[in-house]
């Protein structure tokens, strides 16, 4: 798994207080992680902090996914 | 003027919670009470070096077995980010009060006919605080979602609800240090004008913080001649004493309708008989010179129970350890109970634990209640040397075996609010 993936991993583990299993790339985080609108919103607050990157509220709409996220913040990261 | 003991609707007191500077559960905070032990102890979770007050009540951090509060045991962790501690404070009384009931809403038509009202003074001060250094911090955008619903006042109720699936009236207070006194008093007369069968109600302080502490001194409010020997420092009546203590918790009851208790075969701890309410309309933090405003809301409360004042054995006072408020609320009493007065026990059991601001009334409502059930008058600490006489008992240090029937509790907040409740023993 990337280093990108590990960190990501965590915070999700971290701020919705799942088991790390579940934590699978295809998780949603509303349908399976049992996280709310609310909670979405200080996730993609998380990711921002820790990568250094600007989510803007358009993009993080379409991150629903463990998955989602991994793939988003590494193309922000190469890019 | 609407009256208890006229309705046919009765309101009865079937469960109890509290988390206070003593610990955690009504039966181990009642022991400690009794035994004349404080809850106060000197600030260590922030710096306090810059202020005047150095101390506070807090509640002692610990397991539950050891009548302390680890709010893990209570709350999941992710949860406990999305609501300010004044809100997670309300939950753990709620959980021992509703517990204690032995009622749980089955039907919906039980739900609906459910409802809650905790209020708090302040609210969610700490959480304030932070997001307001991050916005000083040019991070407003980094403000977390969960800011709002965590600071807000009614999120207690809104937990609450959420929680244990009630229904019914959703409501809250705001009134100061006389928060906990309204929320019980209103929410007996939802019950009692058949807006709800059950109400779990009372008030929540968490505000013993940077800020919170703060505030407080630049009002000159808090007691800061005891630094050195907190449990000395909330001494009501006592000619030494210079101020209140800072204390947080929270206090929840279950107040229930009586035939609704009655037919669930449910443990009855008291009747809520009266409440009354005043307004000073004189000064934004002074009470009134006269006392008028403590006279009146005393008075409206025995006139709504429809009984005399020599027929109360026993008064919790708002009594902070103010140099001018307690004397003023003594002065009221003598005024009101007049020859009746040398008969009379009053006690302000914030010499133990401080003062709660908004959970002050419903934890204070709970020692009243527990000094109905048990017969006894809890102390007043540190009452050495009463700054004037009094025919009126204050119950100096020691607790006192008294044939406690009915009790009345009163609790005066910034604004000029004043407010009292009146309970008897179960019918």
Known sequence: MSDTAEKVKKIVVEHLGVEEAKVTPEASFIDDLGADSLDTVELVMAFEEQFGIEIPDDAAEKITTVKDAIEYIEKQKAA | ?427
Request: aromatic share 6%.
């Open chain 2, 1 to 427: 003027m609407f009256q208890y003991g006229a309705s046919p609707r009765r309101v009865v007191v079937t469960g109890m919670g509290i988390v206070c500077p003593l610990g955690v559960g009504v039966e181990h905070v009642w022991r400690r009470l009794l035994a004349g032990e404080s809850g106060i102890s000197a600030i260590q979770s922030f710096d306090v070096s810059a202020l005047p007050a150095k101390i506070a009540g807090q509640v002692p951090a610990g397991s539950r077995a050891e009548g302390k509060l680890d709010i893990n045991e209570w709350i999941p962790v992710k949860d406990q980010k999305k609501m300010d501690r004044f809100i997670q404070l309300a939950l753990v009384a709620a959980e021992e009060a509703v517990e204690d009931s032995g009622w749980r809403p089955e039907t919906e038509e039980e739900r609906c006919a459910a409802g809650v009202l905790i209020g708090s003074g302040i609210g969610g001060l700490p959480t304030i605080y932070d997001a307001a250094l991050q916005v000083g911090a040019g991070k407003a955008k980094r403000i977390s979602p969960f800011f709002i619903p965590s600071a807000l006042i009614n999120l207690a109720s809104g937990h609450v609800s959420i929680r244990y699936g009630l229904k019914g009236p959703n409501h809250s207070v705001v009134t100061a240090c006389a928060t906990g006194v309204h929320a019980l008093g209103d929410a007996a007369r939802l019950i009692a004008l058949g807006d709800a069968d059950v109400m779990v109600a009372g008030g929540a302080e968490a505000a013993v913080c940077e800020i919170g502490m703060a505030g407080f001194c630049a009002s000159r409010a808090l007691s800061t001649g005891f630094n050195d020997t907190p449990t000395r420092a909330s001494r009501p009546w006592d000619a030494d004493r210079d101020g209140f203590v800072m204390g947080e918790g929270a206090g929840v009851l279950v107040l229930e309708e009586l035939e609704h208790a009655k037919r669930r075969g449910a443990k009855i701890y008291a009747e809520v008989i009266g409440y009354g309410m005043s307004g000073d309309a004189y000064h934004i933090t002074a009470p009134s010179e006269d006392g008028d405003g403590a006279y009146r809301a005393m008075r409206n409360a025995l006139r709504s129970a429809r009984i005399a004042p020599g027929e109360v054995q026993y008064v919790n006072a708002h009594g902070t350890s103010t140099p001018l408020g307690d004397d003023l609320e003594l002065g009221a009493v003598e005024r009101l109970w007049g020859d009746d007065a040398k008969g009379l026990a009053m006690s302000s059991t914030k010499s133990a634990i401080g003062h709660l601001l908004g959970a002050a009334g419903a934890v204070e409502g709970i020692f009243s209640i527990l000094a109905i059930r048990d017969r006894v008058a809890p102390p007043t600490l540190n009452l050495e040397k009463p700054s004037r006489e009094s025919p009126v008992d204050r119950v100096a240090l020691q607790p006192q075996e008294r044939p406690i029937r009915v009790a009345l509790s009163n609790s005066f907040g910034f604004g000029g609010t004043n407010a009292s409740i009146v309970f008897r023993a179960a019918p």
